[in-house]
């Protein structure tokens, strides 16, 4: 099971510099709206919004824009994640994607950018179905294997850590969507790489999200050989633009 104190407490101290540092987080964003048009019901207009996963609160800028007049929720594991939302002019509580407290049925759409991957597909896509009204759409963004692919070759076996999660594949993704009840399902997959001059501003692109969680247990510091090996393997990656940091892009849609 993934430890969500843990995940909650990375992106809790993330959230000051989160803003500055989400590049590829606002690039989700800005790509899940140029295909929204494309998959959405016509004269679709949701009056109740969930932001599952809202972060500081960047898709629901973006979803403002869609649908001004929309009663617009945001749902975040990290409370302050949530009060950075709240400042930006949003209502958003703390919650658990996997667990919420809102009613059956509360929610005309449900958007989520780049929150699922901390979850169970089988287990968020069945609640995020209760939480919706019949006929009411689910539309994501998530990761899928091959995800940061450059850093976990940079640290295999430095230590017993493990610096990428377990994400699940876009087929599994697609039938988790099914069996929770989900109807009219489309499930795309693009892969984005982002640039960065050095090792270490490369990690910081994920650390400094929240995104630097280790699964198992906490790893202790990291010896000078091993830094240097790791750097040697990542150096060993470089392309004309950078260093590259890799993401394996699932957006899907669904009907309730």
């Known amino acids: ?11 809790g101290r993330a959230a000051d510099a989160y803003d500055s540092l989400a590049l590829f987080q606002r690039r989700v964003c800005e790509r899940m709206l140029c ?17 599952g996963g809202c972060g500081t609160g960047f898709g629901a800028q973006c979803l403002r824009s869609f649908w001004p007049d929309a009663r617009l929720t945001g749902c975040d594991l990290s409370g302050e994640m949530v009060e950075r939302m709240r400042q930006k002019g949003f209502y958003a509580v703390c919650g658990d994607l996997e667990a919420m407290t ?31 009204a019949q006929d009411g759409i689910l539309y994501f963004s998530t990761l899928a294997p091959g ?8 640290f295999d076996g430095v230590d017993t850590s493990r610096r990428v999660l377990s994400f699940s594949s876009p087929d599994e993704q697609r039938n988790c969507l099914l069996k929770a009840g989900f ?6 997959h693009e892969t984005h790489r982002m640039h ?10 994920v650390r ?3 995104a630097g ?15 240097q090996t790791v750097q040697q393997r990542y150096e060993a990656l470089r392309e004309t633009e950078g260093l590259p940091v890799t993401y394996e892009l699932v957006i899907g849609f669904g009907i309730a």
């Not at 099971?1 to 992106?11: G, H, L, W």
């Not at 048009?37 to 969930?50: A, D, H, M």
């Not at 901390?118 to 609640?127: A, I, K, M, S, Y």
């Not at 109807?183 to 795309?188: L, P, S």
């Open 35 to 51: 295909l929204l048009p494309e998959w959405l019901p016509r004269g679709f207009s949701p009056e109740n919004i969930l932001d």
């Open 147 to 154: 995800t940061l692919c450059e850093i976990a070759h940079a």
């Open 1 to 11: 099971m993934m430890e969500k104190k843990r995940i909650c407490e990375a992106f």
């Open 208 to 210: 400094g999200i929240g």
């Open 183 to 188: 109807t009219d399902v489309h499930v795309i």
């Open 213 to 227: 969680y280790s699964a198992g247990k906490r790893r202790a510091m990291m010896g000078k050989t091993a830094w």
């Open 196 to 205: 960065y001059p050095d090792v270490r501003s490369a990690l910081e692109s």
């Open 102 to 132: 809102f009613d059956d049925g509360t929610f005309d759409f449900v958007w989520s950018s780049l929150a699922l991957q901390w979850c169970h597909p089988q287990t968020v896509f069945r609640e995020l179905h209760r939480v919706l």
